[in-house]
């Protein structure tokens, strides 16, 4: 629930000493690292670790979106920004107009898997098919266009589960999978991946899409094909081969080249332990790594 | 300590600035900051998101997309549209059956409460309903997602029970306490001599309650019927978590829709400070703040007439 709360977007954890900032208080130097929701996890994690690692360096960790972490690296707030999607041309501008050169790091991918209640009886779908199921003057908008009947579905109607409009993986899906075109209205829009698979586990006639991270038992996951090519399950290991067609890369930014402390961090966290760290929380890491 | 001060003071020069002058001019002047502070922060409010929400105005605003459009779609990467209609038709249809859920119960609460239930049960009630409203909203949107949602998908056999309905039915009860405490304020308002005079004329309980007492507070009662509607117009937390969040004018109360309130709660978070988004939802803003303005101020207007006959 607390994830609906994104106005407030205030999650900071691992900062073991209660008020104490920068090189002052307790002698611990804090890199603010901000963004994504999608990494979110995946950066607690990695902040929790590196604190055991070396305690001298805490790295405050926080939600709230990947445009909120672009902002807050362009205004200074943040050290290092998450973001599943790439910084735009404007925002690149934004910062150079500031003085500040966004350097990008590819620090993992992420199969953007399609949900389904398990009584769906479909196991396999197409990016046109999709693309039909959600982009405006898409044809399908029954389950019986499909050529399925869904048990406990009587009104047949396809349930659009979507994310507000200025999540990352709204925005990469939308580039993936619907070519750019817009979305159709009445999508129902969730402020988050988990209320996603939620929503479409309890819903027999809903249709969504997030991060494979967010996978529950509780949904199915049908496997996706290309135009002609073979329909690939989603999982780490087709995301890291490239064969799963709709995996997406994971950024974090610097503010210029990095230096001291957040080079250290950014090195660890592309390094093994931190690789395998985002391979355990389910997401495929940037190059071949070999986790215990 | 009295009668010594009392003693002081007559003993001393009467131009003399002591310590109780400065402290009366202190408090004075504490208490006047605080009485007008609340115009300054509704000046504030009013300019800060006036400045906000102005340069998307005078910008990029096509009037009729703006109010004709459904297509809501502000981050769209090949045409960005800010068609608010789906928006404002959500809010208006939630708002609408909130009033058709809260209207009945707030009324009959502040009747019985007001006209017949007497001591220890009026206290009791009074105290209750007042408990209701001090319920944070995001409890109420959380009883919507988990105990309306699958309620309404069991009873009606719809796919999915976030909408119109259980919006609706949330916002109702939100609302219910608010209006039961001004209208049965409305009630005591009306003098006991018209009870007492319909009574000596051989009316029944009911027929003074429908006839006398209802009507003679009828200002009241609309008032309480506005502030209802201002509470449920602006309402954001249980509205975010209970109506589906999907643009779409409803055409059945199973609709999933969507609110402005919950638009700008959902979406400023991540908009880029300045961008024609940031300050569309800032328009959104200024609507929503001129709308609940012009309804409370409508109800106060009400309520002062009804204080003058």
Known sequence: MSRTLRVL?????SVACGGCDGSSGAGRDIIQNKGSDTLVFVALSWAERYGEINPSVAVAVSGGGSGTGISALVNGTA????????????EIEGAQSRGIEPIE???GFDALAVFLHPDNPIEALSITQLAEIYAEGGSHETWSQLGVS???CSSDEIVRVSRQNNSGTYAYFQDAVLGQADYKLGSLHMNGSSEVVDLVANTPCAIGYSGLAYATEEVEMPCISTDGGDCVSPSVESAIDGRYPIARPLFMYTAGEPTGMIKEYMDWILGEAGQCILVDKG?????SVSCA | MLTERVQLSTSIDLDHRGRDWYTDKAVTFLVFVGGISAIVLIIGIFVFITKEGLGFIAGSLDVR??????AWRPTSPTKPTYGILGLIAGTASVTGLAMVVSVPFSLGAAIFIGEFATGRLRE???VLVELLAAIPSVVWGFIGLSLLNPLIIDIFDVPVGLGVLNSGIILGLMAAPIMTTIAEDALKAVPDTYREAAEAMGATKWQVIFRVVL???????VAAVLLGVGRGFGETMAVLMATGNSIKIPTSPFDSVTALTATIAAELGDAPVGSDHYRALFTLGILLFVVTFIINLTADLVVRRAGRK
């Open chain 1, 105 to 107: 790091y590819v620090v």
């Open chain 1, 150 to 152: 869904v048990p406990g």
């Open chain 1, 283 to 287: 997401f495929a890491p940037a190059g």
């Open chain 1, 9 to 13: 977007p205030f999650l900071l954890v």
């Open chain 2, 65 to 70: 997309e703006f109010f004709g459009s459904l």
């Open chain 1, 79 to 90: 050290d290092i920004a998450n973001s599943s999607r790439k910084m735009r041309n404007r």
């Open chain 2, 215 to 221: 009507p003679a507070g009828r200002n009241g009662l």
């Open chain 2, 124 to 126: 009791t009630l009074k």
